[in-house]
Each structure stands twice: as structure tokens, then as C-alpha cells.
């Protein structure tokens, strides 16, 4: 070097002493991303998860039926006829503005005149068998023991006729209050005591004729 500071001729001219290259205190360089770089996500960042979504199905329904696209609303029912009833009993609740309203409760057809009706039909067509069998077997002796079987089945259930129209017309009789049903069948009440009158009274009267035709053959 020369008295100026001047590098010699010939000999290397210094450089600057910081190092260019990589050496052992650089952190490793970061390798590069998977993605191209001018995505919208920045380098080094982890891209979003983007959902699966269900594959869509096409709806096998009708068209207006509850789950598909554009489906109706359901119709609301009508409130039911008792609602249009008008009040029988109104009864004020005291120390409040309330008061407690008694419905008038349609009435039903008592199941005691339906039972008797039927006890009655059965009773006279029983009647009729034993007449049948009774007259028939009278001159061979057997007429009145088959025809006494088919009377106690004939005198049982006119017997029911009987007895269930009589319960039966009690029933419709009856005076019910507000909250209580109210029964109807009169009519059936007064058939079922007639029809099992009357099938006792042909029992009674097929069985004596037999007895007579048995005895006096």
C-alpha cells in the first residue's frame, strides 16, 4: 500500500467485509410455497378449508307436499261444531271478571234401548223356532223337549228385552244437570219392551200347543 492508501499495483482491492453468501448463523432460507404466488393468500399462510357440500337431490314427491321447494302451508281445521254451541249455563265466578260457561252437550242414544231392541228381535225369531220344532215333533214325542230348549233361549233374552227397555226409558227420563250427557232412544226403548213381550208370549203359546197335540196323540 502505498503512502496515499492507495492499494499497490497488481494487488486485490478490498471489498466490503460484510459476507454475501450464507454461513452457519443464517436461519435455513424458507422453501417456497405449494401454491402460486400471486394467489390471494399470503406466503407462509395456510389456505382456507373450503366445505363439501351435500350433492343435491332432486325431490321424488308431489309437488306442494311438506319438505319440498315451494310446498304449501297445511289448512288449518275448522274448530268443531260445539264451538258455535251456544252457552246453556253461565255461571259468574265472584271476586273476578270470569265466569264458568257450561256447553250444551249433545245428546246420545242410550245403549240400554239399542240392547233392548235386539234382546227383543232375538226373542220373537226364537219364538218362532220353537213353535216350528214344537208342532212338528208333537206326534212323534219330541216336539216339546225341543221345542222347551229353544223356550228357555227365547224366554232369556225376552226376558233382557224387557228389563234393558225399562232401564232404558229410566235413563232417558232421567233430568241430567248442565255438565252431565243427556240420552236419547225412547223409541227403541218402547220396541225392545213390545218385541220381547211379544216373543215371550209366542214362546208361551207354541210350547202349550205342542204339549196339547203331544198328550192328546
Given at each position: 500500500?502505498?503512502?496515499?492508501?492507495?492499494?499497490?499495483?497488481?494487488?486485490p482491492?478490498?471489498?466490503?467485509?460484510t459476507?454475501?453468501?450464507?454461513t452457519?448463523?443464517?436461519?435455513?432460507?424458507?422453501?417456497a410455497?405449494?401454491?402460486?404466488?400471486?394467489?390471494?393468500?399470503?406466503?407462509?399462510?395456510?389456505?382456507?378449508?373450503?366445505?363439501?357440500?351435500?350433492?343435491?337431490?332432486?325431490?321424488?314427491?308431489?309437488?306442494?307436499?311438506?319438505?319440498?321447494?315451494?310446498?304449501?302451508?297445511?289448512?288449518?281445521?275448522?274448530?268443531?261444531?260445539?264451538?258455535?254451541?251456544?252457552?246453556?249455563?253461565?255461571?259468574?265466578?265472584?271476586?273476578?271478571?270470569?265466569?264458568?260457561?257450561?256447553?250444551?252437550?249433545?245428546?246420545?242414544?242410550?245403549?240400554?234401548?239399542?240392547?233392548?231392541?235386539?234382546a227383543?228381535?232375538?226373542?220373537?225369531l226364537?219364538s218362532?223356532?220353537?213353535?216350528?220344532?214344537?208342532?212338528?215333533?208333537?206326534?212323534?214325542?219330541?216336539?216339546?223337549?225341543?221345542?222347551?230348549a229353544?223356550?228357555?233361549?227365547?224366554?232369556?233374552?225376552?226376558?233382557?228385552?224387557?228389563?234393558?227397555?225399562?232401564?232404558?226409558?229410566?235413563?232417558?227420563?232421567?233430568?241430567?244437570?248442565?255438565?252431565?250427557?243427556?240420552?236419547?232412544?225412547?223409541?227403541?226403548?218402547?220396541?225392545?219392551?213390545?218385541?220381547g213381550?211379544?216373543?215371550?208370549?209366542?214362546?208361551?203359546?207354541?210350547?202349550?200347543?205342542?204339549?196339547?197335540?203331544?198328550?192328546?196323540?
Open positions: 500500500m502505498t503512502a496515499d492508501g492507495a492499494p499497490p499495483d497488481g494487488a482491492t478490498p471489498t466490503d467485509p459476507p454475501t453468501g450464507p452457519s448463523a443464517d436461519p435455513p432460507p424458507t422453501p410455497p405449494a401454491w402460486s404466488t400471486d394467489s390471494a393468500w399470503s406466503v407462509g399462510s395456510v389456505p382456507p378449508a373450503v366445505p363439501h357440500a351435500a350433492p343435491a337431490t332432486a325431490w321424488s314427491g308431489p309437488v306442494g307436499a311438506p319438505g319440498s321447494v315451494g310446498a304449501l302451508p297445511r289448512a288449518v281445521p275448522p274448530p268443531p261444531r260445539e264451538a258455535w254451541a251456544r252457552p246453556r249455563k253461565v255461571e259468574a265466578v265472584p271476586g273476578t271478571s270470569f265466569a264458568l260457561v257450561h256447553l250444551d252437550v249433545p245428546p246420545v242414544t242410550s245403549g240400554l234401548a239399542v240392547g233392548a231392541l235386539v227383543g228381535i232375538v226373542s220373537v226364537v218362532f223356532i220353537v213353535g216350528c220344532f214344537g208342532l212338528a215333533g208333537a206326534q212323534d214325542g219330541w216336539g216339546v223337549w225341543v221345542g222347551g229353544f223356550a228357555l233361549v227365547a224366554g232369556v233374552t225376552g226376558g233382557a228385552g224387557i228389563a234393558l227397555g225399562w232401564l232404558g226409558m229410566r235413563q232417558i227420563r232421567r233430568v241430567a244437570p248442565p255438565p252431565a250427557i243427556r240420552f236419547t232412544g225412547r223409541g227403541l226403548a218402547i220396541s225392545g219392551i213390545a218385541c213381550a211379544t216373543g215371550l208370549g209366542l214362546t208361551v203359546l207354541g210350547l202349550a200347543m205342542a204339549s196339547l197335540i203331544q198328550v192328546t196323540a
